[in-house]
T-cell receptor
Framework: KAGVTQTPRYLIKTRGQQVTLSCSPI?????VSWYQQTPGQGLQFLFE???????NKGNFPGRFSGRQFSNSRSEMNVSTLELGDSALYLC???????????????FGPGTRLTVT | AQSVTQLDSQVPVFEEAPVELRCNYS??????LFWYVQYPNQGLQLLLKYLSGSTLVKGINGFEAEFNKSQTSFHLRKPSVHISDTAEYFC???????????FGKGTSLLVTP
């Protein structure tokens, strides 16, 4: 099976712009989570989607949003970019069925976002 | 809420020596614990997990970890490390109440000849 894929791998944006990152989960996985990784704050949970519904959300401002499509692919959007949004954004998928949560999350390679 | 503390930010070790990376967690509910490894410019790879059952968990690449409920610890061990084990290691915890992984700050393992 192919792993989790994320596009693009690298991105440079200017303050005030918005950005959309994409994630394709492992085939058959319906749960997709997003994490932000920075040297200062480490790995922080953004949100999780299952069957197109956001089930869980981390402590991030409303500028960070996401969605999931019927094929389980997910996108996250950051509006009005700030310098502090520079980070590695990681997507993870899980085989959680929605009835019996499975906690193994498989991560993609990440999208490196640089805000100038 | 659950949290994880990785007690060492950096661990230098010689090749073929044993290593232990320490992880303590805090939680008022039953937890599920994980170790992930991150190589430079890559995502996270699952090394091993504790969900239930035997407290000694074996993972990939010769790593193992022991869940100790009384000491709220989940230390990662390898009896003999290789140069290729040089990477960042993250301990993570979650529970039945959510789907988010709470990560520690990471331990940088540096293996030298």
């Amino acid at each position: 099976k192919a792993g989790v894929t994320q596009t693009p791998r690298y991105l440079i944006k200017t303050r005030g712009q918005q950005v959309t990152l994409s994630c394709s989960p492992i085939s058959g996985h319906r749960s997709v989570s997003w994490y932000q990784q920075t040297p200062g704050q480490g790995l922080q949970f953004l949100f999780e989607y299952f069957s197109e519904t956001q089930r869980n959300k981390g402590n991030f401002p409303g500028r960070f949003s996401g969605r999931q499509f019927s094929n389980s692919r997910s996108e996250m959007n950051v509006s009005t970019l700030e310098l502090g949004d520079s980070a590695l954004y990681l997507c993870a998928s899980s085989s959680d069925t929605g009835r019996s949560p499975r906690y193994e999350q498989y991560f993609g390679p990440g999208t490196r976002l640089t805000v100038t | 809420a659950q949290s994880v503390t990785q007690l060492d930010s950096q661990v230098p070790v010689f090749e073929e020596a044993p290593v232990e990376l320490r992880c303590n967690y805090s939680s008022s509910v039953s937890v599920y614990l994980f170790w992930y490894v991150q190589y430079p410019n890559q995502g996270l790879q699952l090394l091993l997990k504790y969900l239930s059952g035997s407290t000694l968990v074996k993972g990939i690449n010769g790593f193992e970890a022991e869940f100790n409920k009384s000491q709220t610890s989940f230390h990662l061990r390898k009896p003999s490390v290789h140069i290729s084990d040089t990477a960042e290691y993250f301990c993570a915890v979650t529970s039945n109440s959510g789907y988010a992984l709470n990560f520690g700050k990471g331990t940088s393992l540096l293996v030298t000849p």
